[in-house]
């Protein structure tokens, strides 16, 4: 499983993982930790890839797909990276899909690592949906602990911004998010391999932490 690294404002981003291996100086290190641009796909701050670059962070979808564990049925799933200053445009644009009433689930791992906790919001219209979104932008892009999925009311159709700032559509029917990702600029790719897939680190802040709860409560979502 590759490992994940949770670097807080105060963390210095060292573990027991990154000590067993030859690292470069400190410094260097630090420099790897700032750099978001790798061609032209930019990363939020809430992921960064391991130091040796196993997997280089690149714009693009693939499919695979999803077997739902309640009714045994394997879902088609579009897996997309996208570039940071497109990412949350896209979001958006893939949940306006979902039609006009959704369920949304919320997801942290801030206290709870191995074990993420989830809140659950049932039948929220979408336009106030993403009106509270359009608040917590900042916490959606940048903390690598939180994540996001956004589900239709009814049918078996899911869209998710995840912990390492992927987006991952579920559904019976692609061609609607294809559709939109080529609207966007982001091009199918069969071999993608994305940067959860490698050694990765991810960040997060105590602010940042403090945001998840007031979205919790803005959108009376509960466990």
Same mark, same amino acid.
């Given at each position: 499983?590759?490992?994940?690294?949770?670097?807080?404002?105060?963390?210095?981003?060292?573990?027991?993982?990154?000590?067993?291996?030859?690292?470069?100086?400190?410094?260097?290190?630090?420099?790897?930790?700032?750099?978001?641009?790798?061609?032209?796909?930019?990363?939020?701050?809430?992921?960064?890839?391991?130091?040796?670059?196993?997997?280089?962070?690149?714009?693009?979808?693939?499919?695979?797909?999803?077997?739902?564990?309640?009714?045994?049925?394997?879902?088609?799933?579009?897996? +997309?990276?996208?570039? =940071? *200053?497109?990412? /949350?445009?896209?979001? !958006?644009?893939?949940?306006?899909? @979902?039609?006009?009433?959704?369920?949304?689930?919320?997801?942290?791992?801030?206290?709870?690592?191995?074990?993420?906790?989830?809140?659950?919001?049932?039948?929220?219209?979408?336009?106030?949906?993403?009106?509270?979104?359009?608040?917590?932008?900042?916490?959606?892009?940048?903390?690598?602990?939180?994540?996001? +999925?956004?589900?239709? =009311? *009814?049918?078996? /159709?899911?869209?998710? !911004?995840?912990?390492?700032?992927? @987006?991952?559509?579920?559904?019976?029917?692609?061609?609607?998010?294809?559709?939109?990702?080529?609207?966007?600029?982001?091009?199918?790719?069969?071999?993608?391999?994305?940067?959860?897939?490698?050694?990765?680190?991810?960040?997060?802040?105590?602010?940042?932490?403090?945001?998840?709860?007031?979205?919790?409560?803005?959108?009376?979502?509960?466990?």
């Amino acid at each position: 499983m590759p490992y994940e690294q949770h670097v807080s404002e105060n963390d210095t981003a060292t573990d027991d993982f990154a000590n067993s291996i030859a690292r470069p100086d400190r410094t260097t290190f630090e420099a790897h930790l700032a750099r978001r641009r790798y061609g032209h796909f930019t990363l939020t701050e809430a992921i960064r890839p391991a130091w040796q670059l196993g997997i280089i962070p690149e714009a693009g979808y693939r499919h695979d797909s999803y077997n739902d564990p309640i009714t045994g049925e394997n879902l088609p799933a579009i897996v +997309a990276a996208v570039s =940071s *200053e497109r990412l /949350f445009d896209t979001f !958006l644009q893939l949940i306006e899909s @979902l039609g006009d009433a959704c369920d949304v689930v919320l997801e942290s791992s801030h206290e709870h690592k191995s074990h993420p906790k989830e809140w659950r919001r049932e039948g929220i219209e979408r336009i106030l949906l993403e009106s509270q979104l359009w608040n917590f932008e900042d916490l959606l892009l940048n903390d690598g602990c939180t994540s996001i +999925a956004v589900l239709h =009311s *009814e049918e078996p /159709f899911e869209v998710q !911004l995840d912990e390492h700032k992927l @987006l991952i559509a579920y559904g019976p029917a692609m061609h609607t998010f294809e559709t939109i990702l080529s609207e966007q600029g982001v091009r199918q790719k069969k071999n993608l391999r994305v940067i959860s897939q490698g050694d990765h680190m991810h960040t997060s802040t105590s602010h940042h932490m403090t945001q998840f709860e007031d979205l919790v409560s803005q959108l009376h979502a509960d466990v």
